[in-house]
T-cell receptor, first 110, second 114 residues
Framework: TQLLEQSPQFLSIQEGENLTVYCNSS?????LQWYRQEPGEGPVLLVT?????EVKKLKRLTFQFGDARKDSSLHITAAQPGDTGLYLC??????????FGAGTRLTVKP | GAVVSQHPSWVICKSGTSVKIECRSL??????MFWYRQFPKQSLMLMAT?????????EQGVEKDKFLINHASLTLSTLTVTSAHPEDSSFYIC??????????FGSGTQLSVL
């Protein structure tokens, strides 16, 4: 069974602070996606990482894929209240099986 | 970007009735669609993988006779919750594969069974 661990599950910070969310697996991913979900809506894709060691930036968000393609991180710089939401990592394994992490519920207080 | 339409957005039904949820890929063909269930403040749990023209593959613990999946065309998959009970109340989300590493989600369906 492929397990994907995401941490932390809950994060409450003040506006302007930085934060990092982690996604780890014991198995190698063929690719990994990060999503953000608002209540009552479907997840929206933020980024896809495929190559080990890859780093992608999306404004204040930085996504990193581990060299061994078993872990990934999402770093948000100077968080804003608009960043509040549920962040999900989803890893696709070589057998095309895709699994979601438990999610990180981020609250950014003004 | 690609669009996946899910309908209805919310539905309230009486216990014992069946509810059908549709998932359509509007501007691309999806040979594979996925159905998830999400409880409040929790992550998505994969229920089944829907393959066009063949039987769906269900995850362990998901009753295939209760959650009927039909993927009759390259743009439409349906999930029917049969004989719904209050414990089936949940947020159901579909996604469609638009190619390598591309997965697009519907907006979800909130099911409330009275």
């Amino acid at each position: 069974t492929q397990l994907l661990e995401q941490s932390p599950q809950f994060l409450s910070i003040q506006e302007g602070e930085n934060l990092t969310v982690y996604c780890n697996s014991s198995s190698v991913f063929s690719s990994l996606q990060w999503y953000r979900q608002e209540p009552g809506e479907g997840p929206v894709l933020l980024v896809t990482v495929v190559t080990g060691g890859e780093v992608k930036k999306l404004k204040r968000l930085t996504f990193q894929f581990g060299d061994a393609r078993k872990d990934s991180s999402l770093h948000i710089t100077a968080a804003q209240p608009g960043d509040t939401g549920l962040y999900l990592c989803a890893g696709q394994y070589n057998n095309n099986d895709m699994r979601f992490g438990a999610g990180t519920r981020l609250t950014v207080k003004p | 970007g690609a669009v996946v339409s899910q309908h209805p957005s919310w539905v309230i039904c009486k216990s014992g009735t069946s509810v059908k949820i549709e998932c359509r890929s509007l501007d691309f063909q999806a040979t594979t669609m996925f159905w998830y269930r999400q409880f409040p403040k929790q992550s998505l749990m994969l229920m089944a993988t829907s393959n066009e023209g063949s039987k769906a593959t269900y995850e362990q613990g998901v009753e295939k006779d209760k959650f009927l999946i039909n993927h009759a065309s390259l743009t439409l998959s349906t999930l029917t919750v049969t004989s719904a009970h209050p414990e089936d109340s949940s947020f159901y989300i579909c996604s469609a594969s638009g190619g390598a590493e591309k997965l697009f989600f519907g907006s979800g369906t909130q099911l409330s069974v009275l």
